[in-house]
């Protein structure tokens, strides 16, 4: 099944180190071809306390672009990445989690025919700009350059706000744990 990641699932180390902060085997990130996403542009609009700031999610805007990766992957890959994305499905099949799965039409850079893929798009999310840790960005520009994505698009990504913040960390921990 495509796969397009255009957020922190383009870089390996990123899904390695929340797969081991949860006890998941990672899906291989490796071999993914540069495509584009038409008619979405990328936003920040999602806090996310893992990351402890804004994460990436596709907007619906005509004329625009998305940047990002295309992997080949199994159902179960896919499975792994729904839970890192906090994607929920009730028993009717409607889309309850943080992120939804949708269909859209990716294009690969170079050669290759457009193919149909899934991504994730925030289900409820505000439209408003929660600025990234600096953190979870240089993650983003790194998965970038690993891939083989434009400069241009580098660029982009580098031009969006940013926060201090900290590095992430599962739920439950640092200073809202609760002492035992």
């Known amino acids: ?3 397009f990641a255009y957020g922190s699932n383009l870089n390996a180390r990123a899904v390695s ?4 902060h ?5 899906p291989a990130l490796k071999g993914g071809k540069p495509a584009v996403l038409d008619n ?3 936003g920040f609009p999602i806090y996310n306390e893992y990351w402890g700031g804004g994460t990436a999610d596709i907007v619906y805007d005509p004329g625009k672009y998305v940047m990002g990766v295309l992997f080949d992957f199994t159902e179960a ?8 994305v906090a994607r929920k499905v009730d028993s009717a099949g409607r889309e309850l989690g943080v992120y939804k799965r949708i269909e859209v039409r990716i ?3 170079g050669k290759g025919e457009p193919v149909n893929a899934i ?3 925030g289900v409820n999310a505000d439209r408003y700009h929660v600025p990234p840790t600096q953190h979870y960005m240089d993650l983003l520009i790194q998965g970038a350059y690993a891939h083989g994505l434009s ?7 580098q031009s969006f706000s940013t926060h201090t913040g900290r590095k992430p960390r599962p739920p439950g921990t640092g200073d809202a744990a609760p002492k035992l």
């Open 107 to 109: 294009s690969p850079l």
């Open 40 to 42: 979405y542009r990328l």
């Open 77 to 84: 890959e896919i499975a792994i990445l729904d839970q890192k």
């Open 17 to 20: 180190e929340w797969c081991r």
């Open 119 to 121: 991504t994730y798009q």
């Open 151 to 157: 400069m241009m698009w580098i660029s982009y990504l």
């Open 22 to 26: 949860f006890g998941h085997r990672p």
């Open 1 to 3: 099944m495509w796969y």
